[in-house]
């Protein structure tokens, strides 16, 4: 289980006060907010990239009793918006996708990934191509958890319909839990068991979890 309670964080001289937050293996779960509220750095927090002012994250533990498993990738693994931004450009994609673990021709295979693009360099793939490599990247032996921050925003209507198929089938296998940060309210209503809503006004948190009213999101993706 991977669970948000009573958190705060410092932003410069503004406090953010997070929604409590709890998310399970199998589950997925929608967050939506409008701009700056604070949704990215929850994502940061939840993946330990950030440290909180107050309140705690409980996180799944992976054993680290020898010293090779003391580099093994989180099992909370946070993808943003940008790929362009998650690859070393001076490095081909295959030396980056297996800095930490080794490639699974599977999942190159279930998010129709072309071999020949590991040769590449980041500047010669598309947006989408891209984010299809830091998917994969991130989907980890060890992941557990997948925060996927505006993940499909700039990119073509094919290319998303491909990416959350294939997210929503790990989360079908009981192999992942998925939290989902958009604005595109018909996306959450179609793929998320639940959503929280989370916003500020000028002095109090606006926060409300919501069921969605289609949780058959896999018969809306087919």
Not at 69 to 85: A, D, G
Request: hydrophobic content about 40%.
């Amino acid at each position: 289980m991977l669970k948000l309670c009573n958190a705060t964080i410092k932003n410069q001289q503004r406090i953010i006060t997070f929604p409590d937050l709890c998310l399970n293996v199998g589950e997925i779960v929608g967050l939506s907010g409008p701009s700056g509220c604070g949704k990215s750095t929850l994502a940061m927090a939840l993946a330990g990239m950030q440290s909180l002012h107050s309140g705690s994250i409980a996180r799944p533990k992976v054993a680290t009793h020898n010293s090779a498993n003391k580099n093994r990738p989180n099992s909370v693994q946070w993808v943003c918006q940008q790929p362009e931004f998650a690859f070393n450009p001076l490095w081909t994609l295959h030396k980056s996708m297996t800095e930490s673990h080794p490639i699974d021709e599977a999942q190159l295979a279930r998010y129709q990934i072309d071999p020949s693009w590991l040769k590449r360099y980041p500047k010669e793939l598309s947006g989408g191509e891209l984010q299809r490599l830091n998917l994969v990247r991130a989907l980890a032996p060890d992941t557990r958890y997948l925060l996927c921050d505006e993940i499909t925003a700039q990119l073509d209507t094919l290319t998303q319909q491909d990416i959350w198929q294939a997210l929503c089938a790990e989360v079908d296998r009981g192999q992942l839990g998925l939290l989902v940060i958009s604005h595109d309210e018909y996306l959450l209503d179609a793929i998320c068991d639940r959503v929280i809503k989370f916003g500020t006004s000028a002095e109090v948190p606006m926060i409300a979890t919501e069921p969605v009213s289609n949780p058959s999101w896999r018969a809306v993706l087919n």
